[in-house]
Nanobody, 127 residues
Framework: QVQLLESGGGLVQAGGSLRLSCAAS????????MGWFRQAPGKGREFVGAWMWRNGITAYADSVKGRFTISRDNAKNTLYLQMNGLKPEDTAVYSCAAAASGAYGITFNNPGEYVYWGQGTQVTVSS
């Protein structure tokens, strides 16, 4: 089992920044692909970005590319999502997710590829 706990959400004005954290506990963290997803009220879960463990490559949704950055601290078992230039349309519950240990080549923007999920943290961007 892997437990994921997000933090860092809150209310921010448009153009502002937030850094979300996803602290992992339990089983191995370092050899898992990790993803960030979000869900706005009345909408489905949307891919935000992912970090691939084999090569450290990150991938982002077009809607956040150039504004959001994923980083990872294996020593702290923590994944981060730095969000800059926030827009009202970024308002959502943000959740992190972990894929199976040692898996590679996953379809990183597919929520079904991830095994463990955090409970999410609310991000609200005011105009």
């Amino acid at each position: 089992q892997v437990q994921l706990l997000e933090s860092g959400g809150g209310l921010v004005q448009a153009g502002g920044s937030l850094r979300l954290s996803c602290a992992a506990s339990g089983r191995t963290f370092s050899n898992r692909d990790m993803g960030w997803f979000r869900q706005a009220p009345g909408k489905g879960r949307e891919f935000v970005g992912a970090w691939m463990w084999r090569n450290g490559i990150t991938a982002y949704a077009d809607s956040v590319k150039g504004r959001f950055t994923i980083s990872r601290d294996n020593a702290k078992n923590t994944l981060y999502l730095q969000m800059n230039g926030l827009k009202p349309e970024d308002t959502a519950v943000y959740s992190c997710a972990a894929a199976a240990s040692g898996a590679y080549g996953i379809t990183f923007n597919n929520p079904g590829e991830y095994v463990y999920w955090g409970q999410g943290t609310q991000v609200t961007v005011s105009s």
